[in-house]
Protein backbone atom coordinates (compact mmCIF):
# COMPACT_ATOMS: atom_id res chain seq x y z
CA UNK A 1 0.00 0.00 0.00
CA UNK A 2 0.98 3.34 -0.62
CA UNK A 3 1.46 6.20 1.95
CA UNK A 4 -0.05 9.51 1.68
CA UNK A 5 0.26 12.84 3.11
CA UNK A 6 -2.23 13.67 5.66
CA UNK A 7 -3.67 16.06 7.87
CA UNK A 8 -2.11 15.48 11.19
CA UNK A 9 -5.11 17.12 12.90
CA UNK A 10 -7.05 13.72 11.36
CA UNK A 11 -4.71 11.24 13.63
CA UNK A 12 -6.62 9.37 15.76
CA UNK A 13 -3.66 6.99 17.51
CA UNK A 14 -3.30 6.09 20.63
CA UNK A 15 0.02 7.64 21.86
CA UNK A 16 0.77 5.44 24.59
CA UNK A 17 0.22 2.39 22.79
CA UNK A 18 1.70 3.67 19.39
CA UNK A 19 4.86 4.89 20.95
CA UNK A 20 5.14 2.50 24.36
CA UNK A 21 3.93 -0.63 23.12
CA UNK A 22 3.82 -0.53 19.57
CA UNK A 23 7.47 1.00 19.24
CA UNK A 24 8.11 3.16 16.45
CA UNK A 25 11.63 3.51 14.28
CA UNK A 26 13.37 6.58 14.57
CA UNK A 27 15.67 6.99 11.30
CA UNK A 28 17.95 9.48 10.07
CA UNK A 29 20.81 9.78 7.52
CA UNK A 30 20.73 10.26 3.67
CA UNK A 31 20.34 7.89 0.80
CA UNK A 32 23.95 7.41 0.61
CA UNK A 33 24.28 6.44 4.44
CA UNK A 34 21.30 6.22 7.39
CA UNK A 35 20.73 4.00 10.04
CA UNK A 36 17.15 3.41 12.48
CA UNK A 37 16.64 2.04 15.79
CA UNK A 38 13.62 1.39 17.66
CA UNK A 39 11.74 3.38 20.15
CA UNK A 40 9.18 3.31 22.47
CA UNK A 41 10.07 6.28 24.63
CA UNK A 42 8.99 9.50 23.43
CA UNK A 43 5.71 11.54 22.79
CA UNK A 44 3.50 13.73 20.34
CA UNK A 45 2.18 17.07 21.22
CA UNK A 46 2.40 21.13 21.29
CA UNK A 47 5.75 22.97 21.75
CA UNK A 48 6.56 26.49 21.25
CA UNK A 49 3.21 27.04 19.09
CA UNK A 50 4.39 23.60 16.72
CA UNK A 51 3.04 20.27 16.30
CA UNK A 52 6.04 17.79 17.92
CA UNK A 53 7.43 14.87 18.83
CA UNK A 54 10.17 13.85 21.07
CA UNK A 55 12.66 11.22 21.27
CA UNK A 56 15.48 9.55 23.51
CA UNK A 57 18.38 8.25 22.37
CA UNK A 58 21.18 7.04 24.30
CA UNK A 59 24.94 8.63 23.16
CA UNK A 60 26.36 5.17 22.00
CA UNK A 61 23.57 4.74 19.77
CA UNK A 62 24.90 4.26 15.67
CA UNK A 63 21.71 6.52 15.42
CA UNK A 64 23.48 9.51 17.37
CA UNK A 65 25.47 10.15 14.60
CA UNK A 66 23.17 10.92 12.20
CA UNK A 67 21.19 12.67 14.09
CA UNK A 68 24.02 14.84 15.27
CA UNK A 69 24.72 15.57 11.63
CA UNK A 70 21.01 15.96 9.59
CA UNK A 71 17.83 18.54 9.84
CA UNK A 72 15.34 15.89 9.63
CA UNK A 73 14.34 12.74 11.22
CA UNK A 74 11.63 10.00 10.46
CA UNK A 75 9.80 8.16 13.16
CA UNK A 76 7.57 5.27 11.61
CA UNK A 77 4.71 3.18 12.72
CA UNK A 78 4.12 -0.46 11.58
CA UNK A 79 1.64 -3.00 11.83
CA UNK A 80 2.23 -6.44 14.13
CA UNK A 81 3.34 -8.01 11.25
CA UNK A 82 6.92 -6.22 11.83
CA UNK A 83 7.38 -6.75 14.83
CA UNK A 84 10.59 -9.24 14.51
CA UNK A 85 12.18 -6.54 12.08
CA UNK A 86 11.48 -4.00 14.91
CA UNK A 87 13.42 -6.02 17.83
CA UNK A 88 16.02 -6.71 14.92
CA UNK A 89 16.52 -2.97 15.20
CA UNK A 90 16.34 -2.48 18.60
CA UNK A 91 18.88 -5.19 19.75
CA UNK A 92 21.79 -4.92 16.73
CA UNK A 93 23.68 -1.70 15.78
CA UNK A 94 23.97 -0.49 12.16
CA UNK A 95 27.74 -0.85 12.63
CA UNK A 96 27.60 -4.14 13.00
CA UNK A 97 24.74 -4.99 10.09
CA UNK A 98 22.81 -3.53 7.20
CA UNK A 99 19.50 -3.61 9.34
CA UNK A 100 17.50 -2.59 5.88
CA UNK A 101 19.18 -6.00 4.45
CA UNK A 102 18.32 -8.17 7.71
CA UNK A 103 14.76 -7.12 8.18
CA UNK A 104 13.61 -6.62 4.71
CA UNK A 105 12.58 -3.17 4.67
CA UNK A 106 12.48 -0.78 2.34
CA UNK A 107 14.31 2.86 2.70
CA UNK A 108 12.29 5.39 1.13
CA UNK A 109 14.31 8.86 0.87
CA UNK A 110 12.44 11.92 0.35
CA UNK A 111 13.45 15.65 0.20
CA UNK A 112 14.17 15.30 4.07
CA UNK A 113 14.41 12.15 5.88
CA UNK A 114 14.53 7.89 5.20
CA UNK A 115 11.60 6.39 6.21
CA UNK A 116 10.40 3.13 5.17
CA UNK A 117 7.70 2.09 2.62
CA UNK A 118 5.94 -0.46 4.62
CA UNK A 119 5.17 1.72 7.33
CA UNK A 120 1.72 2.41 8.44
CA UNK A 121 2.07 5.33 9.46
CA UNK A 122 4.71 7.86 9.08
CA UNK A 123 6.19 11.46 11.25
CA UNK A 124 8.44 13.63 9.05
CA UNK A 125 10.22 15.73 11.83
CA UNK A 126 12.91 18.96 11.64
CA UNK A 127 15.09 19.39 14.55
CA UNK A 128 14.23 22.05 16.49
CA UNK A 129 15.94 21.39 20.32
CA UNK A 130 18.71 18.90 21.42
CA UNK A 131 19.14 18.27 25.21
CA UNK A 132 20.67 15.80 27.63
CA UNK A 133 18.87 14.57 29.91
CA UNK A 134 20.39 16.02 33.25
CA UNK A 135 20.33 13.27 36.54
CA UNK A 136 20.31 16.39 38.71
CA UNK A 137 16.65 17.11 37.52
CA UNK A 138 15.19 13.59 39.02
CA UNK A 139 12.60 14.14 41.67
CA UNK A 140 12.16 10.50 41.54
CA UNK A 141 15.65 9.62 42.57
CA UNK A 142 15.16 5.72 41.28
CA UNK A 143 15.22 6.44 37.77
CA UNK A 144 18.70 6.96 38.22
CA UNK A 145 19.37 4.49 39.92
CA UNK A 146 17.20 1.83 37.96
CA UNK A 147 17.45 2.81 34.61
CA UNK A 148 20.67 4.99 34.41
CA UNK A 149 23.43 2.65 36.25
CA UNK A 150 25.95 3.05 33.24
CA UNK A 151 25.10 7.06 33.56
CA UNK A 152 24.16 6.53 29.98
CA UNK A 153 21.67 9.90 29.85
CA UNK A 154 19.55 9.79 26.78
CA UNK A 155 19.88 12.69 24.18
CA UNK A 156 16.21 14.40 24.23
CA UNK A 157 15.41 15.43 20.39
CA UNK A 158 11.86 18.08 19.70
CA UNK A 159 11.33 17.67 16.20
CA UNK A 160 8.53 20.04 14.17
CA UNK A 161 5.95 17.69 12.65
CA UNK A 162 6.36 18.80 8.81
CA UNK A 163 4.68 16.15 7.10
CA UNK A 164 2.23 12.94 8.58
CA UNK A 165 2.03 10.29 6.10
CA UNK A 166 -0.63 6.98 6.24
CA UNK A 167 -1.43 4.06 4.73
CA UNK A 168 -4.04 4.64 1.93
Known amino acids: MALKPIDPNTL ?94 TAVFDRAAPYYAQAKLVFICKKMSKQQIDPHSFIDESIDRTLYPQKDYHQMFVGEIVAVLKEE
Not at 21 to 50: F, I, P
Not at 67 to 93: H, I
Open 12 to 105: TLNPFTTIGTDWMLLTAGSREQHNTMTVSWGGLGVLWRKNVTYVFVRPQRYTMEFLDREDYYSLCVFDESCRPALKLCGTKSGRDIDKDKETGL
